[in-house]
């Protein structure tokens, strides 16, 4: 199922921005994602399909030492997804990264926020999120490069 046939990507969507998240120390701050003609609900099922089994799947997770859990609102116009670190027996211990999706008019406003997610995931996640808005569905394991992670590259000097 494609996030297009629900007006997600793929041209559907109105895009508020694009940005990689750097993972920076400081207050919290919310990313603008996207905004979609889906309902909450509708685009949750699809997004959180594919974040499970990309970040969560048993063979191969980007995020192993992670759980996600999920809190849809009674009429289904608010959905939130978060992300933790994994505590005893499996349980949600300290929350990392927070995915909202919000009604807005006749759409989803969906928002991403890391709280304390390392750069390179929080990368990832949004650099994933990115790519499944526009209507790309695949696992990719491409990672993005990081603020933090262009600024330690070495310069190569000519002399």
């Given at each position: 199922?494609?996030?297009?046939?629900?007006?997600?990507?793929?041209?559907?969507g109105?895009?508020?921005?694009?940005?990689?998240?750097?993972?920076?120390?400081?207050?919290?701050?919310?990313?603008?994602v996207?905004?979609?003609?889906?309902?909450?609900?509708d685009?949750?099922?699809?997004m959180?399909?594919?974040?499970?089994r990309?970040?969560?799947?048993a063979?191969?997770?980007?995020?192993?030492?992670?759980?996600?859990?999920?809190?849809?609102?009674?009429s289904g116009?608010?959905?939130?997804?978060?992300?933790?670190?994994?505590?005893?027996?499996?349980?949600?211990g300290?929350?990392?990264y927070?995915?909202?999706?919000?009604?807005a008019?006749?759409g989803?406003?969906?928002?991403t926020?890391?709280r304390?997610?390392?750069?390179?995931?929080a990368?990832?996640?949004?650099?994933?999120?990115?790519?499944?808005?526009?209507?790309?569905?695949?696992?990719?394991?491409?990672?993005?490069a990081t603020?933090s992670a262009?600024?330690?590259?070495?310069q190569?000097?000519v002399?």
């Open positions: 199922m494609s996030l297009s046939s629900f007006g997600i990507g793929g041209g559907g109105t895009s508020l921005a694009e940005e990689e998240a750097t993972g920076s120390t400081g207050a919290p701050q919310a990313t603008n996207a905004v979609t003609r889906a309902g909450p609900l685009t949750y099922v699809v959180g399909g594919r974040i499970k990309c970040w969560f799947n063979t191969d997770p980007l995020l192993p030492n992670y759980v996600y859990r999920a809190d849809v609102s009674p116009s608010k959905v939130n997804i978060t992300v933790h670190q994994r505590a005893d027996l499996g349980r949600a300290l929350l990392t927070i995915i909202d999706f919000k009604q008019g006749g989803t406003v969906i928002t926020e890391n304390t997610m390392p750069p390179n995931l990368a990832k996640m949004q650099y994933d999120i990115n790519r499944w808005q526009r209507g790309q569905s695949d696992c990719s394991k491409t990672m993005p603020a262009k600024a330690a590259k070495p190569a000097r002399q």
